[in-house]
């Protein structure tokens, strides 16, 4: 005699709570990933929009180094920049104890094209600027110096 079997016949398939877990973590993956995708693009848009702005500001501080007519300077004006629209600059020109020597205080406003609010940027910069001396000061912070060089070799024993 053979005996039959009654199991029953199983194939391999997955529950219901199996299924709805693995659709919760693909959902939950698929949130991740798209959020992480739009904060790319964000940053690689305001690395961009930075860019502009560095290539822009680097753009005007050359055209106000270029000017060699002191009182030029000191008017201060506008610069049209090709990311940033018009540049307003305003200097201020402060003579060092050094001959030749200048502190330049800078400020620049850029219009913003997006509408929002103008971009302001201030610096200093120290110029080496011989056109920017008077004559007269200028021979005579050179005599000081030569002066002071000539005591202070008086003093050394060679």
């Known amino acids: 005699m053979t005996r039959a079997t009654t199991e029953p016949h199983r194939t391999a398939a997955f529950s219901l709570i199996e299924t709805v877990i693995a659709v919760a973590i693909a959902g939950i993956a698929f ?3 798209t959020e992480t995708f739009f904060n790319v693009l964000l940053t690689l848009e305001d690395l961009d929009s ?10 005007v501080r050359s055209q106000v180094i270029r000017i060699a007519d002191r ?20 200097a ?4 060092t ?16 094209p997006d509408g929002e609010e103008r971009i302001d940027h201030s610096e200093t910069l120290t110029l080496l600027r011989p056109t920017w001396s008077d004559a007269i000061e200028r021979s005579s912070l050179l005599e000081d110096v030569r002066r002071d060089i000539e005591d202070e070799q008086r003093r050394r024993d060679w």
Not at 71 to 89: K, M, P, R, S, Y
Not at 92 to 95: A, D, K, L, T, V
Request: no cysteine.
């Open 50 to 59: 930075k860019a502009d702005y560095q290539k822009d500001l680097r753009f």
């Open 71 to 90: 009182d030029e300077v000191e008017e201060g004006g506008t610069i049209t920049t090709l990311g940033l629209g018009e540049a307003d600059w305003d």
């Open 92 to 95: 201020e020109i402060e003579e």
């Open 97 to 112: 104890a050094t001959v030749d020597l200048f502190r330049l205080f800078l400020e620049i406003e850029f219009e913003n």
């Open 31 to 33: 949130f991740v990933l």
